[in-house]
């Protein structure tokens, strides 16, 4: 996939219909979505449990567009390999889910994905200042994970501000994740993220039968970001 920073909606799966994820996925990209979210929880790292390596490979038929598996799991590094088989486009870390960021970001690029590092509300940009030579993308949170539906922490967009200019010209995504709307998609599209999460933003009211409204809600949302954007 070629870089480019233009603004990106990533629906997260999280709040679709569990019994119907084929036909969801299928219409939210039929809709606009750009890449497709997936929140992997383990019950550990965070309060929640999702979806194991065999859900992810059943959604991969389903995807056209680009599979974005955000691993919320501790330990990591054991199942790198499996989410990878699994069809994974890009695979995210925490940089909190275990002591050798390091050595996890290069087992993702070793299976041949793109690979992205993922922070914490609470945890500072410099952990990961010095391995930004191997990642594709840095998500910021801006909710503590675990559940979609959560309100937006604020200290995001200070925090993306620096990020961007930590990461200057080299060809790295901003991925914001957690309480993203058309009124917080300004802030961090301001701020340089160019990769935007939505969960309850993209699916709210609207379901596979009423597909439009998703279409509606991701445009709703890409406009707000675009038109926070400087030029
Ligand atoms: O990773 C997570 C939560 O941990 C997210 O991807 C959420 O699923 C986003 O949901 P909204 O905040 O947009 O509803
Ligand atoms: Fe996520």
Redesign the pocket.
């Known amino acids: 996939m070629p870089f480019d920073r233009s603004i990106k909606i990533a629906p997260?799966i999280?709040?679709a219909d569990f019994a119907n994820f084929g036909e969801e996925i299928r219409a939210i990209e039929a809709q606009g979505a750009d890449w497709v979210?997936v929140?992997v929880?383990d019950g550990h790292f965070?309060p929640n449990l999702t979806f194991g390596p065999p859900a992810v490979k059943a959604f991969r038929p389903h995807v056209s567009t680009f599979m974005d598996v955000?691993l919320?799991i501790a330990p990591v590094d054991p199942y790198i390999e499996a989410y990878a088989e699994a069809g994974a486009d890009m695979i995210t870390a925490h940089v909190e889910a275990g002591p050798h960021i390091h050595r996890t970001l290069q087992a993702i690029k070793a299976t041949g994905k793109m690979a992205g590092v993922s922070l914490n509300p609470g945890t500072p940009l410099d952990s990961i200042e010095h391995v930004l030579d191997l990642v594709d993308m840095v998500l910021i949170?801006t909710?503590n994970?675990?559940?979609?539906?959560?309100k937006f922490i604020h200290s995001g967009v200070e925090k993306t501000r620096r990020l961007r200019a930590m990461i200057g010209d080299r060809p790295i995504h901003i991925q914001i994740?957690?309480?993203?709307t058309t009124e917080t998609a300004p802030l961090v599209a301001a701020a340089g993220a160019d990769v935007l999460?939505?969960?309850?933003?993209v699916f709210k009211g609207g379901s596979v039968d009423a597909p439009s409204v998703y279409g509606d809600n991701i445009r709703a949302l890409r406009a707000a970001a675009e038109a926070a954007l400087p030029g």
């Open positions: 997260s999280l709040s979210h929140d929880m965070v955000h919320m949170m909710v994970p675990g559940f979609g539906g959560q994740d957690g309480g993203v999460v939505a969960g309850s933003a």
